[in-house]
């Protein structure tokens, strides 16, 4: 077995692949039991959602995860369909406001851009939106949509381009042992 064996080809063990691959570790092995993308990544609708992110550290994750798939392509040639739409997060309640307030200014300090918008300013965004019951919401510009197969494959590539090995129709039967550093 090689150094790095990693179970999956969805978009985390690609991910995974790709970013032991870019730190400099070679001779890693990605066993796919189907063909690239058949798990749940297949089923995903592919937001890109950095609302909700309440620790630094997930607001860091969100962060990174925009700039990693709007670089990707340009790395690896193979589009990851991201589309920077912008995502509206309706509050319906005065605690849900005071919450997304709070994320407002919170991941103002780390660098993202979101904003408060009133009702009226939702339906200026997303004129399709029944806004009843909305009192404000969280527009946040940078976020939007990718396609997960694609953004599996452009991470599959880059990692090969690196010299991954990913192997697929290849279902791993026996135990596994996780082993990190
Ligand atoms: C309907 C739906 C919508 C979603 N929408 C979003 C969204 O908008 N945004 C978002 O961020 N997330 C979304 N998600 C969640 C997201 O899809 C998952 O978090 C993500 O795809 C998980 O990726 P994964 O690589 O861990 O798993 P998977 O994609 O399931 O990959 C695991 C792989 O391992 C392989 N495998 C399993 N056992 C073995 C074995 N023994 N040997 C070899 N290979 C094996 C499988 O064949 C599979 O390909 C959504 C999920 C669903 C179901």
Redesign the pocket.
Known sequence: MPASSL???????TSAAHHLATAGRSDILV????R??????????????SSGMATERLAWVAKYTHELYQGLEAETGISTGFRQCGRLHPATTQARREAQRREINFTRTLGMEKHEVSAAGVVRIFPLLDTTGVLSAIWTPMDGRFK?VDETMSLATGARKRGVRIVEG????AEVVVMAG
């Open positions: 179970l999956g080809g969805g978009v985390i063990g066993l796919e039991r189907d690239l993308t058949s798990g749940t990544t297949w089923h995903a609708v592919g937001l890109i959602a997960p290849c279902p791993l039967t």
